[in-house]
């Protein structure tokens, strides 16, 4: 069974940055994107980053563009988001997810499996 596990999630001032990491088990890690996405309270879950299988090809939502990262270490079954120049409107619950295909989409319905989420809180 997958499993995906996010950490890294706190309470950070506007303009500080962070760094999440989600942990995948249960199937080989290698063969399929990986993505972000965030709920903030009384939203709905949005797309934040993508990235394919290899790590060669990544995607980003307006919003996070240019200052989020996303990346991922196929050795390590983990995939990350670094946040820079975090404001409050960042603030959400991050949660990672698998994809049953190796090339990226900013489509939740793509996606499998999901982790439990990481709050990370952005502090004005």
């Known amino acids: 069974q997958v499993q995906l596990v996010e950490s890294g999630g706190d309470v950070v001032q506007a303009g500080g940055s962070l760094r999440l990491s989600c942990a995948a088990s249960g199937r080989f890690f290698g063969s399929y994107a990986m993505g972000w996405f965030r709920q903030a309270p009384g939203k709905e879950r949005e797309f934040v980053a993508t990235i394919d299988w290899i790590g060669d090809s990544t995607y980003y939502a307006q919003s996070v563009r240019g200052r989020f990262a996303i990346s991922r270490d196929n050795a390590k079954n983990t995939v990350y988001l670094r946040m820079n120049s975090l404001r409050p409107e960042d603030t959400a619950v991050y949660y990672c997810?698998?994809?049953?295909?190796?090339?990226?989409?900013?489509?939740?319905?793509?996606?499998?499996?999901w982790g439990q989420g990481t709050q990370v809180t952005v502090s004005s």
């Open positions: 997810a698998e994809s049953d295909r190796p090339v990226h989409s900013t489509m939740d319905d793509d996606y499998v499996y």
